[in-house]
C-alpha cells in the first residue's frame, strides 16, 4: 500500500504563490507517475499536472498551463506543485496521486492523498 500525504495549503490572495507538496511513504512510488488533482465545491474532479516517474516529462490542465509546475524528488520520495498567479477559481481541495505505470496520464491513477485546502481570496 501506497500512502500519499499533500501539505502546503492554506489562505492566499489573489495573484500570490504557493507550494504544495506531496510525500509518497513507499519507497514503490519512485518508479510511478504521479498527479494533482483539485475538486472546487460542487465542480467535478479536474486534472491539474500529471509527471513521469524521471521527472523528465510534465503535462497540465489548460486551466493551470503557465502559471502552475509540477516537479518531484524521488530520493526524498516528495511531489511539488508550484502555483502561480493564484486566482480564485483555483481554490478547491488539491490531490495528490500516484500512477499506475511511468508516465504522465490524466487517467490511471490507484493510489489518493487526503487532499490539502486551497484558497485564494480576492
Known amino acids: 500500500q501506497v500512502q500519499l500525504e499533500e501539505s502546503g495549503g492554506g489562505l492566499v490572495q489573489v495573484g500570490d504563490s504557493l507550494r504544495l507538496s506531496c510525500s509518497t511513504y513507499?519507497?514503490?512510488?519512485?518508479?510511478?507517475?504521479m498527479g494533482w488533482f483539485r475538486r472546487a465545491p460542487g465542480k467535478e474532479r479536474e486534472f491539474v499536472a500529471g509527471i513521469s516517474w524521471r521527472g523528465d516529462s510534465t503535462i497540465y490542465g489548460d486551466s493551470v498551463k503557465g502559471r502552475f509546475t509540477i516537479s518531484r524528488d524521488n530520493v526524498k520520495n516528495t511531489v511539488y506543485l508550484q502555483m502561480n498567479s493564484l486566482k480564485p477559481e483555483d481554490s478547491a481541495v488539491y490531490y495528490c496521486?500516484?500512477?499506475?505505470?511511468?508516465?504522465?496520464?490524466?487517467?490511471?491513477?490507484?493510489?489518493w492523498g487526503q487532499g490539502t485546502q486551497v484558497t485564494v481570496s480576492s
Open positions: 496521486a500516484q500512477g499506475r505505470g511511468s508516465y504522465p496520464s490524466r487517467t490511471g491513477f490507484i493510489y
Open positions: 513507499k519507497r514503490t512510488g519512485s518508479n510511478n507517475a
